[in-house]
Each structure stands twice: as C-alpha cells, then as structure tokens.
C-alpha cells in the first residue's frame, strides 16, 4: 500500500508542487493550508509522513509541529521540515519543536523522495 | 497544458495575492499598526514569493525578495522599529517587488536600475552588506561537509563483494574532496540514540537501513545498559549499536545520513581498522545471553517509536542478527506511550481547533471559472423574462387573480427574483480589489507633483458586480489623479492656510438605495468657481452673461473640452478630462457628482447600480411604442394640468411643479416616434432626476406598469443610440427599450441636445 504524505503549506503553489512531485512517487497526497487546517486534518487522517512549511498564517510550522506532537495519535509521525531558511538556528528550532528532519527549498522530486525514505519506513 | 505550466501560473496567481496582502500590510503598518500579526502578514507575503520564484528560477525575483525579506525579518524580529523612514522604502520595495512579479510573468523587464536603487536603500536600512545577497538561501543545507579526513591505508578489503566493488567505483568517480590513497575499508560506528531521538520520530532501523545503502554493513546491538524491568522507563533510550560499514563512503556520506539526528544521539565515526577490533567472542556470547531482555527491550524501543512497517531484510547481513531479527514482532503502539502527553497541551489543541473550526467554515470558498457563473446569470435572466411571458399569457387567459395557478404563479416570481439575487450575489465582489490599486497610483502621483498626500479608504467590503468592479478602475484612477493634481493644493499653500501639510484623499463606497456609492473626496482648496465660469466662458461652452448656481458651475467641469489645469500636466491626462470619467460612469448605468466647498475639498460621487444585468423599471409607452424607465431615476408621477405647461419660443417646453419650472421631455418626439408634440394634459408625466440632481419631466402617453427587466445590451447587438441606455425583453416578448435618463435631461438643458440629435 502506497504511503500517506500529508503537506502542510500556505502557499498554492507549493502545495500544487508538493502534489505533482509526489503523486508522481506513488504517494497518496493530504495537503492543508496553514498549521491549524494541517491539525484539523489530522483528525480524519493517519498520514505516514508530513511535510510542513515553516511560515504560515494561523499557526505556523513550529505550531503545528507542537501540536502534532502533542497529540497521542500522531506524536510517532515523521515530520520533514519545508523551508527556505536553512540556517542552524531555524533547524534548531525546529528541532526543538519536534521535526523528524527537514528539506531546504527549492526542492526536486529527488530531494524530496530521498528524505522522505529516510524518515519513513 | 503541462503541470508546470500550470503550475507556474498558479504561481503568478498567488504572487498577485500576496502583493495585495503585502500592500496592504504595509499601508496598515505606515498607519502606525505595528502588530506581529500585521509584520508576519507582511513578512510571508515576500517570502512566499520568494519561495515559489526560487522553484522556477527567477532568480532577479529571488535576489529582490531576499534582500526584501531580510529587512522585514529585522522589523519581525523587533530589531527595525517600522518607522515612516523604514515603511516608505518598503513600499517602495513592494511597488519594485510587483514589477518584478509582473515582467517575470509578462517576460518584460524591469530597469535594473531602480531595483538596485531599492535594493540599496533597503540594505542602507538594516546595514546589510553589498550582496548579503541570495547566497545562504541554497542548498547549504544538504551539502555534503568536505572531509577533512585523511584515510589511513587498510590492509585487506572485504573479500567477495565484486557487485560492491563496482558500486564503489561510481561512487569514487563522484567529485570527492578526500584524498584516497589506497582503496578505502570503511568505517566503525558507535551510535547511542537519546530519549528525544525517538520522541522526533526518528527511527534506528531507518537510519541502519540508510547505512545500508553506503556500503556492507555490520550491526551490532548493545543492550548492556538496558535496566531491569522495575526500573524502565517505557519512554528512554538504553540501546546502542556497534556498526561497520565497509565500502568506498566518504565520512561525510556517513554522517550525512546522521544529519537530522546529530543532536539527539552519540555518534563517533572512525575509520575501520584504527580502533579495537569488532565484536570479541565474549561480547557475541554476552550478547545471546541476554536475549530474552531484548525482547523486551526491542518491543519498548518499537513502541517509543510507533513504526508499523515491518524491518529491511536490507540491513544486516552482518553479526547482529538479534536486533533485526526482533523488530518484526513490534505491537501497536503500546497505550503506555499515552501517559506522558503534557496535560496542558492537550487542553489547549481542542479549545484551538475548534475555534479554527469556525474560521475554516466561515472562509470556506471554491473556485468556479466565470464563464460557468456568466451562463448561470444568463439563463436565469431568461428565467426571468419566461416567468414574465407565462404570467402574461396566464393573464390573457382570462384567469381570475385567486385561482390556484395565478397564485402559484405569484409564488413562482418570488422564487425567481430569489433565485437571480442569490446569482449576482456569486458575481459580487468587494470593490477592495479596485481600491487597493490605488495607494500605489497615491505614491506615485505625489510623487511626480511633490504633494503629501495621505489616501484614506473606507467601506472596501462594500460588493458590487463584477463586471462594475472592472469598469471602476479606469474612472477611479483618474478621479484620483485628479484630486490630487488639481484638488489638492500645494504643500507650501496648505501651510500658509493653515492646513496639514499632509493632503488627504477619501475614497469610500457605500450601499445605498440598491445601488453603490462611491465618493472622491480631497481636503483641498474646492473648485475656484470664478475661475471655472471665466474658462468655460472662454471656451465657448456657456453665455457670458449666462447666470449659474454654484452648483452648475461646479458642474460645468465635466463638460467636454474642459480643463482648469493652466498647464496640462502629465498625470490627469492631455486633454482628458472629467467628460471621460462621467461618460463611462454613465455607460456603467451610473451617476456622477461634485459637491465643493471653498478652502474644504471637493467631493465627486458616484452613483452605480450594483448589477448591470437587471434593473427595476417603469414600463411605459410612448407614440406606441413600450419603453423602461429606470425606477430608480423617477422621483414622482403626475398628471399634468394644461396651466401648468407654459411654451417657450423654441417649441421647448417647461412645467410648473409646486412653484418650481423643470423642463418637459416629450419622449415620443423626441425618440422621433412622432412629429407632433402630445398634449401635455393627454399624457403621463415622470419627474426624473438625473447626476447631480439636475431634474426633467418626461411625458409619456401612458403607464404600462412597474417590472423588473433583464438588460440586454443594445450596443453589443446593435450599436449605441443616443437617448436609449439598453433594451429588454418583455412577457409578451417584445423587445422594449431603456431609456437613458441622463442623456434625456441633458437634452432639455440644451446641453448636449445638438450632439444627440446629430448622431440620432
């Protein structure tokens, strides 16, 4: 059975990226809007990995990470970070949220598959 | 189309939406809001630009962007107050940033010139180097780490692996900064994952599995600081592993695979061969001795960890067959790992979900493409005009007003007009998108004239058609301009009256009456009416002696070939004057006005109906012909009395209302249905009031009845004619046409009357 990646990202464009790239994988695509919608998600879904953004309206990633981390169901998920901010102190921080691991942007498909093997079983 | 392109241009899609969000939130922040929510808003509009532009390789876009969002990340941090000197290069910026958006979409260009000179200014804000530039924004990240690393010699190789060798080979042909000396061994692992490796959902045999792929690999497992059972701690970390991993792997391909685990594990790599040699015979025995722990301890790290996928066969072909073997039998998550959820976190996700919830459901939107709405509009508008016929028809039939079908039919107008409210409701838009173009044109145009101005806009939620909306634009811009050039005066003379120096530019609409009121508002000088009246004299539009109120006067500026300007400049146009506003507002069904008062401002205002696709009207008829007033234009109906109608010499007639004489407008005649004028008391009289208030009577042979009709446009199917605003289909299914009031009381003024009668 093919693996369920959920994106978290205010963009459209990226999440239509995010979509493209991984459909072409073989992978089931949940995608949410912002870290609230990617937690209200979460209620109705089990994902195998989640790929978030790190600047979003609402709540941000680092939230969002919390939250799902928070949350008996889902603290066990792998969580990639998607962000344009590579610097030690932004991967500290979101470590420190609780990120798996994280992808710096612009990404390819490559990029992106390869993490997520590396999180996901 | 290919999904990138498409892609793309849901891109440039976006990117207009965060430009909106970016204007505004400035403008907001210029206001002095300087909420975080307000700067994050901001700050994620350039970032998001940047993102998506750095995906498909705009790189001029991208290198703007960052130094863009590198100063509004010094304002977010708090370490840049968002001072008038800081926000107006900021929106500065975005102006340049909009550009940059529209010519990478457009394959324009911008002048580099003037993002550079942005650029500077924004790095003179925050003190940002030269070509602080888009550099660290990359691949750094993931980029390998260059070794430093010299490998010592290895003896002896592991034997029977030729597929291995191979691999090795293309790996060692990769560009690879450590020098190699002979054939490389490989490399000795310790690894000691912490308790918040797992709690990161991180994953030991993911981590062995990805070893896998560098190379043979050896696991051994040390469960030697494993704790008996009273003591555990469900949620800890008491597993190590011994790993060997021989191949050509450079040990930054090692610790690469480490990368996202660095801080939460003990990791030592050495090169094979230079500590103590693997697993000694007595650690292998240690090792299966306690093997009925690591059933344990195996179960609990699967627990901590959540993994439901079954183990690689991948990983460990080497000496630690126990802890492979074991991971298989991992269990569902165990109920334990529920226990340490802090309490308070939990409390606090549903009290913020549900609250997420409701703003979720209240923005709930779907994009449908126009085209589907236009032909939705356009069917019920025949809707509309087929209940109009059946109840017509229903009516010649000779059915009382009480039986079941007329009533029935009662009830299938109502649903009808509810069914074509709830439709253009889908078209109506805030006017905001059409607001928000204009504090840019405010920058710029102050800009060139050297005025202070401050724009003001209130009411942008207001909604009107879309089809208004787009035509608003054009009207809106120079209206604007206009304030600004010719209504506001010049900073110096605000001084010496006393005034901010600042000028204000109102722009707000309203509903009201079942149209959209739109207002232009400067607190300017007013209009110099001497001024206007010596210059339309001069110009040959009115009598020098002719005797005018003020407001006529005020009114004279949107006659054709107008201008106050001494000297035409640039920014209102070469000879374009408010003619041309009032002309479209007028083609768009609306009206528009000014009120001025001396040393205070003037006011234009725009009346226009929410929807160009329907109207309530007044069907009359006149020389036997059925004609629509618009009902909004009617102030009263009368009947007129022979005495009241008094001739004037050139066959023009006026009419006494309550002391007052308003111009009479013989429709028939003047439409040319007939030669001769009708007897003022044979017919219907209509007072009407046109833009501005200016007011005529239009005669008719009589009343038909009040209707709403569905405008079909006479100009799209036929061509303009003068004095006829649109047509409509009526129940009986005649084409009727709709009168254009204004056109008839500038007629009777005389004003425009030679022009229409020209191209009648």
């Given amino acids: 059975m093919s693996k369920t990646i959920l994106t978290v990202d205010d963009s459209r464009t990226m999440r239509d990226m995010l979509r493209m790239a991984l459909v072409d994988a073989g992978f089931n695509v949940v995608q949410a809007e912002d870290g609230v919608h990617g937690l209200e998600v979460l209620q109705g879904e089990t994902p195998d990995v989640i790929i978030t953004d790190i600047n979003m309206p609402r709540m941000d990633g680092y939230g969002f990470i919390e939250g799902v981390r928070a949350d008996p169901k889902h603290r066990a998920v792998p969580i990639l970070v998607l962000s344009t901010e590579s610097s030690p102190e932004k991967k500290m921080r979101a470590r420190d949220a609780g990120a798996t691991g994280w992808i710096v942007k612009p990404f390819n498909s490559e990029k992106l598959v390869d993490a997520i093997r590396r999180v996901a079983a | 189309m290919d999904p990138m392109a498409e892609i793309k241009a849901t891109f440039f899609q976006e990117c207009e939406e965060q430009l909106v969000e970016l204007e505004s939130g400035l403008l907001a922040m210029d206001a002095g809001d300087d909420s975080s929510e307000t700067v994050n808003a901001v700050f994620r509009a350039v970032h998001s630009v940047k993102g998506g532009a750095g995906a498909f390789g705009l790189d001029e876009l991208v290198h703007f962007a960052h130094v863009f969002e590198t100063t509004l990340d010094e304002v977010r941090a708090g370490r840049l107050a968002p001072s008038p000197e800081v926000v107006k290069p900021l929106l500065r910026a975005a102006d340049i940033l909009a550009d940059l958006v529209r010519a990478a979409r457009d394959g324009g260009s911008v002048d580099p010139a003037r993002g550079e000179a942005s650029a500077s200014e924004l790095r003179a804000i925050t003190g940002m180097e030269e070509d602080g530039g888009a550099d660290d924004d990359g691949m750094d990240g993931l980029v390998f780490t260059p070794m ?251 059915l009382a007003r009480a039986s079941s079908v007329a009533v029935g039919l009662d009830e299938l107008e109502q649903l009808t007009r509810e069914i074509q409210d709830s439709v253009m409701a889908i078209r109506a838009q805030p006017v905001k998108s059409v607001f928000q173009r204009m504090p840019r044109l405010v920058r710029e145009v102050a800009a060139v004239v050297g005025k202070q101005v401050r724009l003001v806009t209130e009411g942008e939620g207001t909604e009107v058609d879309k089809t208004v909306i787009e035509r608003l634009t054009d009207p809106l811009t120079h209206m604007i301009r206009n304030a600004i050039d010719h209504g506001l005066e010049s900073t110096e003379k605000r001084i010496a009256a006393g005034k901010n120096p600042e000028g204000v530019v109102r722009l707000s609409a309203l509903h009201r009456s079942g149209r959209i009121v739109i207002e232009v508002a400067d607190d300017g000088g007013g209009i110099n009416r001497e001024r206007v009246k010596s210059i339309a004299i001069e110009k040959g539009l009115i009598a020098p002696d002719a005797a005018l109120t003020d407001e006529e006067i005020d009114n004279l500026i949107f006659l054709p070939g107008f201008s106050t300007a001494a000297t035409i400049s640039d920014i209102s146009g070469r000879g374009v004057g408010m003619d041309v506003v009032k002309r479209s507002i007028q083609e768009l069904g609306g009206r528009i006005s000014i009120t001025s008062r001396p040393g205070l401002g003037s006011t234009f205002t725009m009346s226009l109906p929410l929807t160009l696709a329907v109207l309530d009207g007044m069907v009359v008829t006149a020389g036997q012909q059925t004609l629509v007033a618009p009902l909004t234009a009617i102030v009263e109906t009368l009947q007129p009395r022979r005495s009241e109608v008094h001739s004037l010499g050139d066959g023009a007639r006026v009419i006494s209302i309550r002391g007052a004489y308003v111009p009479l407008v013989d429709v028939g005649l003047s439409l040319g249905y007939r030669s001769e004028p009708l007897d003022a008391e044979q017919g219907v009289a209509l007072l009407i009031e046109g833009e501005g208030g200016s007011r005529a009577v239009l005669l008719v042979d009589a009343i038909q009845g009040q209707r709403q009709v569905v405008i079909k446009s006479l100009e799209a199917n036929y061509r303009r004619v003068p004095g006829i605003a649109a047509a409509t289909i009526l129940g009986d299914g005649r084409v009727a046409l709709i009168l254009d009031i204004d056109a008839l009381v500038a007629a009777s003024r005389g004003t425009e009357a030679p022009r229409m009668l020209q191209a009648g």
């Fill in chain 2, 148 to 398: 430093q690393v010299s490998l010592p010699p290895i003896g002896d190789a592991p034997a029977g692996e030729p597929e291995l060798d191979i691999a090795a080979l293309l790996a060692a042909a990769q560009p690879d900064p450590a020098p190699e000396p002979e054939e490389p061994g490989g490399w000795t692992l310790t690894f000691k994952p912490k308790a918040e490796l797992y709690k990161k959902a991180n994953e030991t045999v993911l981590l062995l599995r990805e070893l896998a792929r560098l190379g043979d690999v050896e696991v051994e497992l040390d469960a030697s600081e494993l704790p008996l059972l009273p003591h555990l701690d469900p949620e800890g970390s008491y597993l190590s592993w011994n790993i060997k991993v021989r191949g050509p792997a450079p040990e930054g391909d090692i610790r690469e695979v480490f990368d996202f685990v660095e801080s939460d594990c003990d990791l030592t790599v050495a090169p094979i061969g230079e500590e103590t040699e693997g697993l000694s015979a007595d650690d292998v025995a240690a090792i299966a001795s306690a093997e009925a722990e690591l059933d344990i301890a195996a179960l609990i790290s699967r627990a901590q960890t959540a993994g439901s996928e079954p183990a690689q066969d991948s990983v460990g072909q080497g000496s630690a067959p126990e802890a492979e073997s074991l991971t298989p039998a991992a269990p569902a998550p165990a109920p334990v790992a529920v226990a340490p959820t802090p309490a308070p976190a939990a409390e606090a996700a549903p009290a913020r979900d549900s609250k997420a919830a409701a703003a979720a459901a209240a923005g709930a939107t779907i994009r449908v493409d126009l085209d589907r709405v236009d032909r939705l509009i356009d069917l019920v508008g025949e809707l509309v005009i087929n209940q109009a016929m059946l109840a017509q028809r229903v009516n010649e039939a000779g």
